[in-house]
Structure formats: structure tokens, C-alpha cells
């Protein structure tokens, strides 16, 4: 099956309307390493903390509305009513494989051992992102009064040893479907029509049980394995595929 569109990842979220310590209900507060994330809001209404180097800023998601951010961007999703989202997920397959960092305590990001005993769900898995939420947001709030760049660098620690599977999923995935574009474009300057006869529609049906992710109850709808561009246009003796990096390799 051909990759979604530029390869990206798409979920239906229905956030927590747990209350938390501060009195706001919502999600865990995490953050990704490499990939952007989109919200666009289809019900209810609420807003998003996040906490960057720029700071602390606390943006409102109200129906119809698409808000998105990149990288090194702590989230927290806040409910205040009956919020529901559409979430756009850069690079397909990375979240899934890791790209998203809790922001616990300091004492557990130095512990990687401790890190995944709070990460992962065990049990009851409600009660389980509960304690996982509650426990990240007391590192959130403490994060907000410093230690962001401590966090950074935990953060790397803990997903160093991933790195090299991350950069085979962005190869096969976002990058693939980015160099297919090269080569149809090349092809067509060339008078070269033959990927037209390859039109196709596919159709994902909505994921009937939700699981208990990060920020809500999360729909994912399934990641088609990607395919590859092999077919180069003509005239081209360059491969489509760059190797790993050294530092990669």
C-alpha cells in the first residue's frame, strides 16, 4: 500500500478530561525529538501548553482550528470540554517507534531503567496513564521554572541508542515519498507519462478500539508500508536511496 501523503501519520484523539494537580484536565506532557506535530480541532474546546527555550505559552483550540509545532516543543493538551482532535504526525512511524519524551522528574530521566517502568502501561492501563501523567507533569511544572536544556540532553540519553532505526523509517517513509515526487517530475520533463497509469485510491477505516495514549484516547489509523521509488527517470544514474550517514552507519 502506498504511503499517506507525504508521508504522514494521522490519529483521532479524544483528550483526557482527567483532573490533575493544578486543577486543569488533559494529557501527558512530552516531547518529540525529530518529528513536527498538527492539531486540527474538530470538537470541544481547550488549548495547549507548551514550554520551548522561548518559553511558556498557553494557545487556544476551539473548533476548526489548526495549530502546530516543531521539535523540542514540550505539549500538554488541556480539556476544557469535550476537546477532540485530528492529530497530523510528521514522519509516519517514528511516534510509534519512540520519538516522544516524557517529561518526568529529573531522578527518572537519569535513570533509564526507571524512565520505561514509568512509561509503559501495565495493568490497568487507565490507571496506569493516569500515574503516568501525573507523574510527568510534576516534571513539566518543575521544568517551567528551569532546567530545559538538562532535559534536552536527558532526553537525547535515553533515545540515543534508537537513532539508527529512526533513520531507516524516515528513509523508507517521508523521504521516500519526497524522492518519488523528484523522479516523477524528472519523468515528466522528460515527455515521460508512465506513472500516470498507476493512479490509485485507498480507503483506511476508523480504528474501532481506541488505546490509552499520551494526551487522550487514541485512534491510529494503520501505517502502510511504504513503496519504495526504485523506477528513476531517464537519463538519471543516481540512486534514489542515499546511504545512513556516518555517524549513522
Not at 8 to 23: F, N, P, Q, R
Not at 61 to 82: E, S
Request: proline residues 9%; hydrophobic residues 40%; aromatic residues 6%.
Amino acid at each position: 500500500m502506498t504511503p499517506l501523503p507525504g508521508g504522514v501519520g494521522i490519529s483521532e484523539l479524544t483528550v483526557y478530561d482527567w483532573e490533575a494537580a493544578d486543577g486543569l484536565c488533559g494529557g501527558t506532557p512530552h516531547m518529540h525529538l525529530v518529528c513536527s506535530e498538527a492539531y486540527v480541532v474538530i470538537g470541544g474546546e481547550g488549548s495547549v501548553q507548551t514550554l520551548t527555550t522561548s518559553g511558556f505559552s498557553d494557545t487556544p483550540l476551539r473548533p476548526g482550528d489548526v495549530v502546530w509545532f516543531t521539535p523540542g516543543t514540550i505539549h500538554r493538551l488541556v480539556n476544557a470540554g469535550g476537546l477532540r482532535l485530528v492529530v497530523l504526525m510528521q514522519n509516519s512511524g517514528l511516534p510509534e517507534a519512540g520519538d516522544a519524551v516524557f517529561t518526568f522528574p529529573a531522578p527518572v530521566l537519569a535513570d533509564p531503567d526507571a524512565y520505561q517502568a514509568a512509561a509503559v502501561l501495565t495493568g490497568d492501563h487507565a490507571a496506569a496513564a493516569r500515574r503516568r501523567r501525573d507523574l510527568a507533569l510534576e516534571g513539566f511544572l518543575a521544568l517551567r521554572d528551569g532546567g530545559l536544556r538538562e532535559f534536552h540532553s536527558a532526553a537525547q540519553r535515553l533515545k540515543r541508542e534508537l537513532l539508527d532505526a529512526w533513520w531507516i523509517r524516515w528513509r523508507d517513509g517521508p523521504l521516500a515519498a519526497t524522492l518519488a515526487t523528484g523522479c516523477q517530475l524528472a519523468a515528466l520533463k522528460a515527455a515521460d507519462l508512465s506513472h500516470l497509469d498507476h493512479g490509485e485510491v485507498r480507503r483506511l477505516e476508523r480504528p474501532e478500539d481506541p488505546l490509552f495514549g499520551m494526551c487522550g484516547l487514541l485512534r491510529p489509523y494503520p501505517v502502510p508500508v511504504p513503496v519504495l521509488p526504485t523506477r528513476l527517470p531517464r537519463g538519471s544514474s543516481k540512486s534514489p536511496h542515499p546511504p545512513a550517514p556516518k555517524e549513522l552507519s
